[in-house]
């Protein structure tokens, strides 16, 4: 199967009616392929809490809190960014709510997401939707009652809580730790986490996964035609162990080749209006589970992917490029162009540098504006020289990379495409 076919195959998984119509067979490779997709988020979250739950002292319904920004050895989570302290709880409502404590945080930028384990969004609770007064709230699981104050209710039984607190580093380190700490999570104590296959198992294993973790987070019924579709992979079965290998094989060479349906416009990518919360573009949420778990949905942050030497986001060139920024952006919050190497299986992770710089933004410090206010970043694997040293964001040494710009609490114009980066060029 080559390229265009994948991709033309990609194109067709947005699960039209007729796509949809005939029930899976044991030996139906395209079910097969769909029901690896469809399954991928859970798999993904799964992997991510059993990982987290490595960490000395960490606990189901216990918030634990990252002290330092993200840098080259943050490999946790696919595509972390360099401006905020995360801190993040897995969350096991099966036994009652849990109750979030948000402190005052004033003029502070932060963001509480709570995510299902299909990665949709329930609510954010942060600047945007909340204030910096804080408050208290109620997390409800399905079919739950609550008494408590300001309840919001989960799609799920479990859940992933992830926090946000805006920190420029240095000198700021000590408050943004104040204001994390100020953070609080109180739930029932917790059954222990079973161990569930990775995305990289075996079909046998990773449908195994999949039904077993359906069966302790099930499914919207908005998702019922595909479950029914793929019911022999993901329901009772049984299946063919080989047409379950094939039709893993071209699951994965799409998430490889189909780069999540992005297409690129004026050198950018610019997210669906479905990220965050995907509804049922089930390729999409399926290929933004591999390349940035977590991600938050358009109206806190919007995430755009420069689209590289291949025109699908990755460069690998030793060219000096350069990115042209005007002096503000269409934003009410902050942005921040962050650089990644890129792996074999698809994910992205801050690279070693000189600099130990990892993005430059609106806050970086030392920078040479131009005469207007705007900003010319250079971007190579090697020091470009002169003035331009001082607006060096280094690529990997060797190898692909990628290029993100995250634009937090975008305006109007950034989210209708009324605006569009200007894009990365060769110098």
């Not at 002096?327 to 600099?355: I, V």
Request: hydrophobic residues 40%; aromatic residues 10%; positive net charge.
């Amino acid at each position: 199967m080559n390229r265009r076919e994948l991709l033309a195959m990609a194109s067709a998984l947005g699960f039209t009616p007729a796509f949809q119509a005939r029930a899976a067979t044991p030996t139906d490779t395209t079910a097969a392929r769909d029901a690896y997709l469809y399954a991928l988020p859970l798999i993904e979250m799964a992997t991510t809490r059993a990982r987290m739950l490595k960490a000395p002292g960490a606990a189901i319904n216990k918030l634990d809190h990252a002290r330092t920004l993200s840098d080259h050895t943050s490999r946790r989570v696919t595509t972390p960014n360099n401006d905020t302290l995360y801190s993040y709880a897995f969350l096991d409502l099966t036994s009652g709510p849990a109750i979030l404590t948000i402190p005052p945080m004033g003029q502070r930028y932060y963001s509480a997401a709570v995510m299902d384990m299909f990665t949709n969004n329930n609510v954010v609770l942060g600047t945007r939707t909340i204030g910096g007064e804080g408050g208290t709230f109620t997390l409800v699981g399905p079919g739950q009652a609550s008494t408590g104050p300001n309840p919001v209710r989960i799609a799920t039984p479990h859940a992933w809580l992830l926090l946000r607190v805006l920190t420029d580093g240095g000198d700021d380190l000590a408050a943004a730790h104040k204001a994390q700490d100020g953070f609080g999570l109180k739930g029932a104590a917790a059954a222990p986490v079973p161990g569930y296959a990775t995305r990289d198992a075996a079909p046998e294993a990773y449908f195994a996964a999949a039904r077993a973790l359906l069966a302790s987070d099930p499914a919207p019924p908005t998702d019922l035609r595909i479950l029914r579709r793929t019911a022999a992979f993901l329901g009772a079965g049984p299946f063919d162990a080989a047409t379950a290998a094939g039709g893993v094989d071209e699951a994965k060479l799409i998430t490889v080749f189909a780069k999540g349906r992005q297409t690129f416009t004026g050198g950018w990518s610019y997210p669906r209006p479905t990220l965050g919360d995907y509804g049922q573009d089930y390729l999409y949420r399926a290929i933004v589970a591999l390349q940035g778990l977590g991600a938050l949905p358009v109206a806190e942050a919007m995430y755009m992917k420069a689209a590289g030497d291949d025109g699908a986001g990755l460069f690998t060139g030793d060219d000096v490029y350069r990115l042209s920024l005007p002096a503000k952006l269409p934003l009410d919050g902050f942005w921040s162009l962050s650089m990644y190497e890129a792996t074999a299986d698809g994910q992205f992770f801050f690279t070693d540098n000189p600099l130990k710089r990892y993005t430059i933004g609106d806050r970086t410090k030392g920078l040479k504006r131009n005469a207007d206010g705007g900003l010319d970043i250079w971007i190579s694997r090697t020091d470009p020289g002169g003035e331009r040293s001082a607006n060096w964001l280094p690529a990997p040494k060797t190898g692909p990379f990628a290029m993100y710009l995250r634009a937090y609490l975008p305006r109007a114009e950034l989210l209708d495409g009324r605006y569009r980066l200007p894009p990365v060029v060769k110098a």
